[in-house]
């Protein structure tokens, strides 16, 4: 099984004018292609040549095999990104995962001051999460290539808050750049089916 370059859920340029299209071309077209293609020429010929991503990821964590699961991990984790922007976001969860973030954080514009402290205190690159942790929402970041995937903890949503997801776009800015993925880009609707699906699946 060869891992693939999923293809976009939108345009190149979909996310303008938060997100350029040069910007996505460097961001999907060098560096998520990159991780894929690393990742496939270190597991071309070993056990994890036959394994979906989930499980690859799973294993390299179980087994210290640490470039595998960086390599393997940031081709998940920009995957599960791009689903987590949306260029018609809506404005707040509606339904079950609205009633979670209003018990959890008191309401959206709380869970976005939460997510934007969280985003900035991150040291150096990493990933900013909205993740289900038990039956309790929480964020929470990791650095560089880390990720809760393939933990007991269920990915909601993610930002990516490493510099090239955003300095052509807003050089050092990096407060720009989450509060117009929290203002104009987070896509809700898909954070409500990744809790929808496991509830389905409980």
Request: hydrophobic share 40%; no cysteine; glycine share 6%.
């Amino acid at each position: 099984m060869t891992i693939e370059l999923p293809n976009l859920p939108y345009d190149q340029d979909a996310l303008e004018p938060h997100i350029s299209s040069e910007t996505m071309s460097y961001h999907y077209g060098r560096h998520h292609q990159g991780y894929v293609d690393k990742l496939n020429r270190q597991i071309d010929g070993t056990p994890m040549a036959d394994l979906p991503l989930v499980e690859i990821i799973r294993r390299a964590r179980e087994q210290a095999e640490i470039g595998i699961l960086n390599n393997a991990a940031q081709a998940w984790n920009h995957t599960f990104l791009w689903e987590s922007m949306s260029p018609n976001a809506p404005a707040s969860p509606d339904g079950r995962l609205g009633t979670l973030v209003d018990s959890e954080f008191g309401g959206v514009d709380e869970f976005k001051s939460a997510f934007r402290d969280s985003a900035l205190a991150q040291f150096g690159s990493g990933w900013t999460w909205l993740v289900l942790d038990g039956s309790r929402l929480r964020i929470m970041s990791t650095s560089n290539a880390d990720s809760p995937v393939a933990t007991h903890m269920l990915p909601l949503l993610t930002l990516d808050v490493w510099e090239h997801a955003y300095y052509l776009d807003y050089q050092n800015a990096r407060a720009k750049y989450v509060d117009a993925f929290l203002e104009h880009l987070i896509n809700w609707d898909f954070a409500a089916r990744n809790l929808e699906a496991f509830d389905k699946a409980a």
